[in-house]
């Protein structure tokens, strides 16, 4: 097979991966939101004399998968699992608990591009730019062996479900098979998503097919390469796809799920025929092999005429090296405990202050300040080993080429750093325990 694998790393560095600001923007997106959801349950509980309260919140799908991709019309959504204790919302059932939080909602969320709305599954919220943020309702209780059981408000009852099932089934086949899985679910998604007319699988049926059929190969273009074609044949043989979690469970719930499936086999199909000329050792040249990826992916990355170059290369910033390490790519999450950071500044002339207190008055932090981030507080082992990622996100960070963004092992609760350039950067610390995340916890630091 030609091979193009070093532009394939470059092509999946800088077109497929989510760069980590779209990253940060959806995280605060969450947040926001899910604090919004707080502050409408207070006001709703007061006007109906009740006292709903959010138990927990856990961070689902693509985003938690570490499987969400670029898009160009910024069609991005982060599922959010809001939970419930069960004695809390009692005889409250499936649609009324999520009119309730549409109701708390709308009372916080102004000049969206709709408002808030409950749907089969979820309650959705709709930016103008075209994130979205979907909230799947939960209910928890505790069973006679001490067991937690979750319930999911679905579309015509409370349905058993676990919100962290599916993130634990793909932490243990990417613990099992390495992060190349990843790579070849996100390349996949490129591929369904690459004409606004097809009508494909969704993220989840997708990782489900290619976790099934995942061929590990050393090069990042064979390995795909190799997969899709296990897939085709599979998918020729049956279009079926089942719950990773529940094989009892049909993925396919609707006829539209089950056209799409085939959409995904006839359209594969027809586009691994179109990279044969990539095995002709003696026709194909670079030019040929490029020009066959991008009729697979009809990406913009792949054109090989120099007027086509030169207008890409206007619209792009130049090629950086994507550094950042994913922890689930090195270890399953669990979350076990909790861990809390807490960040000094410290400069010349200066009394340290707490970043949380200067980021109430000041929006962004200055140049060349000393920040001490420390573990705070946590209920977690104390024998954990310690891992903390520091990343550089934005414009400067790729103009540098100093993403960083590596995960590395200090076993020390302090880690020191530099505000030096401009950024909406982040610092995460991660315990480990019988090669499990336990605990994990973020801070996000922006640097005027």
Same mark, same amino acid.
């Given at each position: ?11 999946? %560095? ?22 919004? /959801? ?68 709308? @009372? ?15 309650? +959705? ?56 899985? +990843?790579?070849?679910? @996100? ?31 050393? @090069? ?5 390469? =190799? ?12 279009? =079926? ?40 050792? %003696? ?67 200066? +009394? ?42 934005? %414009?400067?960070?790729? @103009? ?30 991660? /315990? ?17």
């Amino acid at each position: 097979m030609y091979d193009l694998s070093s532009e394939f790393k470059k092509f999946y %560095d800088n077109e497929v991966v989510l760069p980590a600001a779209e990253k940060t923007k959806l995280r605060e997106k969450k947040k926001l939101n899910v604090d919004r /959801l707080i502050a409408g349950l207070d006001e709703y509980n007061k006007e109906n004399n009740k006292s709903y309260e959010v138990l927990e919140t856990r961070e689902q799908g693509s985003v938690a998968m570490s499987t969400v991709t670029q898009n160009d019309s910024n069609d991005y959504d982060i599922d959010v699992a809001i939970i419930f204790d069960k004695d809390n919302i009692s005889g409250v059932g499936h649609r009324e608990i999520k009119n309730i939080i549409v109701d708390a909602l709308k @009372r916080k969320c102004t000049n969206f591009k709709k408002d808030p709305e409950a749907l089969k599954n979820c309650v +959705r919220i709709e930016y103008k730019d075209g994130y979205h943020v979907d909230f799947a309702i939960y209910r928890k209780s505790i069973d006679d062996d001490g067991i937690a059981l979750y319930e999911h408000a679905g579309s015509t009852q409370w349905q058993e479900r676990n919100p962290a099932a599916i993130n634990d089934w793909f932490s243990s086949e990417i613990s099992e098979k390495g992060s190349g899985l +990843r790579e070849v679910i @996100r390349l996949s998604k490129m591929f369904c998503k690459s004409r606004s007319s097809w009508q494909m699988p969704g993220g989840l049926i997708q990782s489900v097919v290619c976790d099934e059929k995942f061929q590990n190969y050393d @090069r990042m273009d064979e390995m795909f390469y =190799e997969t899709m074609c296990a897939v085709r044949d599979r998918l020729n043989s049956s279009i =079926e796809v089942y719950n990773p979690t529940d094989t009892t469970k049909s993925l396919l719930l609707k006829q539209k799920d089950r056209d799409e499936m085939e959409n995904w086999k006839n359209r594969l199909t027809d586009k691994l025929s179109k990279l044969e000329i990539l095995f002709d050792e %003696d026709n194909c040249s670079e030019k040929k092999a490029k020009d066959a990826w991008y009729d697979f992916f009809q990406h913009e990355f792949w054109k090989t005429s120099s007027e086509a170059k030169q207008c890409y290369s206007e619209v792009c910033c130049a090629y950086y090296n994507n550094t950042e390490q994913d922890i689930r790519d090195m270890f399953p999450v669990k979350r076990y405990y909790n861990l809390e950071l807490e960040c000094i500044i410290e400069a010349d002339g200066f +009394r340290p202050t707490y970043l949380s207190s200067f980021l109430r008055i000041y929006k962004w932090l200055p140049h060349n300040k000393t920040l001490k981030f420390s573990i705070k507080s946590t209920n977690a082992p104390a024998d954990c080993d310690i891992y903390w990622k520091v990343c550089n996100v934005g %414009d400067e960070a790729q @103009r540098r080429n100093c993403i960083r963004g590596e995960i590395i092992k200090t076993n020390k609760r302090t880690q020191i750093e530099h505000t030096c350039f401009r950024g909406a950067h982040f610092v995460e610390c991660y /315990l480990v325990k019988y090669g499990e995340v336990v605990a994990m916890s973020r801070i996000d630091v922006p640097i005027e």
